[in-house]
């Protein structure tokens, strides 16, 4: 039993747990920054240090300093003082402000210690004495060591030595090494350049701080050179070297001798050396990297020369300061309740373990529990309240873990955990009523219907931690129920309805379907429900939810609040599959499914390959695609060579290649052509795509079997024969080497004379020989052969041999001007020749001196008369006719010569005037004087067409008018033209006479005005008649 004094001190602070317990929230001191090590040279610039740290928390944390464990009161302190959490030192004194700083963060929630932190203070003293040193008197050849002696220091150091003045430092190499360990100088073997004056310099690394000793003569002795010994080792390790975790190791060995040693380095376990190792100033420094745990163990040096070897041995062992392996965490636990926390650190040496409460160690007594790493405090109560620290701790280091420990007391609440005002179930379903309430220390809780107190029955099933289980709901346990629970610092309770619904039903259900490509269908889903239910519809696709926003484009929810059903258009392939309706009421979730499956062309075979290949066949195989819903069917085979364009159907065996077929035989191939093969597969909806194309593979090589094709020739010159023919492409040469064999014989002759033709692209043949007569018929016949044989030839064709020209020319030529642009030329038919005449060409030319100008008029078969057209006006030709055949033109007649007519009037009739009185038209116009240049007018001609006809009527006239009868249903152009010797003059505009105008009159082009101008003259004269009619007072 609590005593009562508990009682009333815990329920006098109830209501402020009670909202605390409400809102658990850590809020005690966490750091933020805590203090490093500082180490700072004596007299730093601005006299002034700061140790920083910063923690958070809320309230916001207060802080105070502990120097090596003892609190600085800072308000009797005019050298520190603080701002914001850190700690600020001026006129910094080394004897006062050496130690380890700490820092102490608290709020209400409790306090938290930081780690320790050193502050140093770095300097370098003076060498003692600055008088020159005593020489060093060596033999050639002996080794000598030269000592630095640094003064009192702190801080690091780094050494080096000056050889006579500065600024000539010794360099170091196999003979020479400087110790960064003891700073001296070591000479291996000494000769006669090393002799001079020798002067340490220390550098301190943190006080930047530079001096150099006296200067140290290195002598040398006249009583002889020091003969060979061996290497003694002057500069070694410790037999024990302590390294840390994650360090840089760097060991010296270093010996006098003669001849000078050489310096190698091993593990005595044989482990060779990580690539990380490394080997420094001619081997006398290792420097191990990062040290680890598996860089321990026993290192030695070895010198050695021509006289022997030494060796030096140490043994690195590994430490590392504690690290964390577990922490503690916050925790809230109720009042009476037992705090167990427990962390660990690893570390070399095994870390040992404190405890600390609001920065003050803490012993295990009572309720309060310490072994090792762990705390338990038994039956918390208020005052366990805190900032709790675990310490680890070893001989290279301190790590600190905090947490916060809140103990809560407060009554039952409901204020995040109250029913629900209205519980929906189903009926015949289970209905789980939870009642948890925030309470420390946890409550006990009862549970009533309306205001009877449930008990446990067949149905209802009451558990320890307040949660109520119904079981098969019926109407009759629609009732409002209330949980009520209870512990030492008060009572709550919460209420809540349950009412009892009808099962929701699928009345109407999508079924499995199958669909074309591209077609659109609605998938149905329709319930039947209780009107006191709330209902969403969704779908699913293949496990996936379809988002009706993102693919809109093919997805769409149709139907009211007791439809979801979906509609998909436009289908593709890829929308085949399952499809869940999902409808979801306040107290069910129902589904129902359909499989929808998609049928479309099948896919593209794949893997088309050739099996095997002859000069017409190809056996290929392939592996089918996917059927896409509809049983491939069958498959086309299409082919591609360099010769056709695109893909081509090809020929198979079978010759129609079924569904369930692999491989199949392309036939009726060219010989040594290069082919790709693809296939198509079908099914009952259509063709599918095409497979990817095969590799290239070349048909075998066979005789042509194809002949050349338009076998003729004929024509060139004396004494020859000349044979053409159209070349066969290259996809039927069936091979390499291909060629022609031309055969030719006279006509009656038995035997053929053969001729190989072997050039590429040559299509014409020529057989030259003094005894062909001319004009003499040849059987010809060509042939094709490749290096596998000779083909067929083609049909006989006969062919002539070449002809001679005429030998006659043409007699009684003459001509007749027709034109200024045209002469008619007549000849005489030759009489019968020995050789054939095709035809005639006449030739014609302005200057007789000049043949460039000539121009020809070629006509074939038997005629006498040609019009030469195309001439200049008033110019002087010379003609002259020769017979031609396919052998060329013979020779020329003697050359005539007739002038052209001048040229045509180029002034065009004008004035043309028109008027139309019913269907006759009278045209007047101007005569048209023609110029001296110009042939004389001999008349006029009158064009007439209807619209839309292509017949013109031609009427000739010698006067300046001219009356015609037109129809009245039809649209006329007119025009008119000069006639001359010359010929047809320049035409005058067209006269555009429409059948509306009968009873009209007009002009043609020359007028007297533009018609713009006519037409402001009239508006003009309208005007001034209108005013006249108004009076002077309208002016």
Not at 357 to 383: D, F, H, M, P, Y
Not at 599 to 625: M, N, R, Y
Request: hydrophobic fraction near 35%.
């Amino acid at each position: 039993m609590m005593f009562l004094w508990k009682q009333i001190v815990l329920l006098s602070i109830t209501g402020c747990l009670a909202a605390y317990a409400e809102d658990v929230s850590f809020q005690g001191p966490r750091w933020r920054t805590e203090p490093t090590d500082l180490v700072l040279p004596v007299n730093p610039p601005d006299q002034r240090a700061t140790v920083w740290c910063e923690a958070e928390g809320s309230p916001p944390p207060q802080y105070r300093w502990l120097l090596n464990g003892t609190l600085i009161d800072l308000r009797n302190d005019y050298r520190r003082h603080m701002s914001g959490g850190s700690l600020i030192i001026s006129s910094l004194d080394r004897d006062q402000d050496t130690g380890t700083y700490q820092c102490l963060a608290s709020n209400t929630r409790g306090s938290v210690l930081s780690h320790k932190a050193g502050l140093q203070f770095a300097y370098l003293d003076n060498f003692k004495i600055q008088t020159a040193r005593n020489a060093v008197n060596v033999r050639e050849g002996q080794g000598v060591v030269l000592l630095c002696g640094p003064p009192m220091h702190s801080g690091e150091l780094t050494f080096a030595w000056i050889f006579n003045e500065y600024p000539y430092f010794v360099q170091q190499d196999r003979r020479r090494f400087v110790s960064q360990e003891t700073g001296s100088l070591y000479i291996a073997k000494v000769e006669p350049s090393d002799v001079g004056n020798y002067t340490c310099v220390v550098n301190n690394t943190i006080t930047r701080e530079k001096i150099l000793s006296s200067p140290t003569p290195l002598v040398l002795r006249n009583d002889g050179v020091m003969g060979e010994y061996e290497p003694k080792i002057e500069v070694h390790f410790s037999d024990s070297v302590p390294a840390a975790k994650g360090s840089v190791v760097k060991l010296e060995c270093f010996a006098l001798g003669n001849p000078v040693p050489e310096i190698s380095w091993s593990r005595t376990s044989g482990v060779p050396f990580p690539g990380k190792v490394k080997m420094r100033n001619s081997n006398a420094v290792l420097e191990i990297p990062n040290f680890q745990q598996e860089d321990t163990g026993t290192y030695e040096c070895v010198a050695e020369n021509s006289r022997g070897r030494n060796t030096a041995r140490g043994r690195l062992s590994f430490h590392a300061k504690p690290h964390w392996l577990q922490t503690m965490r916050d925790a809230a636990l109720s009042i009476e309740e037992n705090l167990f926390w427990e962390c660990k650190a690893n570390g070399k040496p095994k870390p040992s373990y404190s405890w600390l409460k609001n920065g003050e160690n803490l012993q295990s007594e009572g309720r309060t529990q310490i072994e090792n790493g762990a705390l338990s405090i038994a039956a918390l109560n208020l005052s366990d309240v805190g900032m709790y620290q675990c310490v680890a701790e070893n001989k290279h280091g301190v790590i600190y873990s905090s947490a916060e420990l809140m103990v809560l007391a407060s009554p039952p609440s409901f204020s995040n955990s109250a029913l629900r005002a209205l519980h929906k179930a189903r009926s015949g379903s289970e209905v789980t009523l939870e009642c948890k309430p925030r309470a420390s220390p946890p409550a006990i809780s009862l549970w009533k219907k309306g205001n009877d107190i449930l008990q446990k029955s067949d149905r209802i099933s009451l558990f320890p931690n307040g949660t109520l289980k119904i079981a098969n709901v019926t109407k009759r346990d629609a009732a409002s129920y209330t949980c009520v629970a209870k512990n030492q610092f008060g009572t709550a309770s919460t209420t809540g309805r349950l009412l009892i619904t009808e099962p929701t039903r699928i009345t109407l259900r999508p079924t499995n379907m199958e669909i074309i490509v591209g077609e659109s269908i609605v998938l149905p889903c329709q319930i039947a429900r209780d009107p006191a239910l709330d209902v969403s519809f969704s779908w699913a696709f293949n496990g996936q939810l379809i988002d009706f926003q993102r693919d809109g484009d093919h997805f769409e929810r149709v139907g009211g609040t007791i439809s979801g059903d979906l509609m998909i258009r436009n289908i593709q392939l890829s929308h085949g599959g399952k499809y869940v309706c999902v409808i979801d009421t306040d107290v069910e979730s129902l589904s129902t499914s359909a499989i929808l499956v998609v049928k479309g062309p099948p896919g593209p075979p794949v893997k088309v390959a050739v099996e095997e290949i002859t000069d017409s066949t190809a056996q290929l195989s392939w592996s089918p695609g996917r059927d896409n819903g509809s049983p491939i069917t069958g498959y086309i085979i299409q082919a591609r060579t360099p010769f056709t364009v695109g893909w081509q159907a090809v020929d198979t065996v079978p010759e129609v290649v079924k569904g369930n077929m692999l491989t199949a035989t392309v036939v009726g191939l060219n010989a040594w052509v290069e082919y790709e093969f693809r296939a198509v597969a079908r099914n009952s909806v259509g063709m599918g795509e095409p497979s990817p194309p095969s590799a290239k593979t070349r048909t075998e090589d066979a005789v042509p079997d194809t002949a050349p094709t338009d076998v003729g020739g004929g024509g060139g010159t004396k004494s020859e024969l000349v044979i053409t023919w159209e070349p066969v492409p290259e996809e039927l040469q069936n091979g390499e080497g291909f060629g022609y064999i031309v055969a030719f014989r006279p006509v009656g002759d038995v035997t053929w004379t053969r001729a190989a033709i072997s050039t590429l692209g040559v299509a014409r043949y020529v057989f030259r020989n003094d005894t062909i007569p001319p004009f003499a018929p040849f059987d010809v016949k060509v042939g094709a052969y490749n290096n596998r044989g000779q083909g067929p030839y083609s049909s006989i064709t006969t062919v002539y041999s070449a002809e001679e020209v005429p030998s006659a020319a043409p007699k009684r030529v003459r001509s007749q001007r027709v034109s200024a642009a045209q002469i008619e030329v007549i000849w005489e038919d030759l009489p019968t020749t020995p050789e054939r005449v095709l035809g005639y060409e006449v030739m014609y030319w302005e200057d007789d001196t000049k043949p460039d100008t000539v121009g020809k008029v070629r006509i074939s078969g038997n005629y006498t008369l040609v019009n030469v057209t195309g001439l200049k006006a008033n110019t002087l030709y010379y003609l002259a006719v020769a017979a031609f055949n396919t052998a060329g033109t013979g020779p020329q007649s003697a050359p005539i010569n007739t002038t052209t007519k001048k040229q045509p009037p180029g002034q065009p009739p004008l004035n043309v005037e028109w008027t139309l009185m019913g269907s006759q038209l009278t045209l007047h116009w101007d005569p048209v004087v023609a110029a001296e240049t110009e042939s004389q007018v001999t008349g006029y001609l009158v064009l007439l067409k209807r619209h839309h006809h292509n017949d013109v009527n031609v009427v000739v006239t010698n006067k300046t008018s001219m009356e015609l009868s037109l129809s009245a249903s039809d649209n006329y152009l007119v025009q008119i033209k000069a006639l001359s010797e010359g010929g047809e003059g320049a035409g005058s505009e067209p006269l555009h006479i429409h059948k509306l105008s009968m009873g009209a009159q007009g002009s043609g082009v020359a007028r007297l005005c533009p018609p713009h101008l006519s037409t402001v003259l009239i508006l003009l004269t309208l005007f001034f008649i209108a005013a006249l009619q108004l009076g002077p007072s309208h002016y």
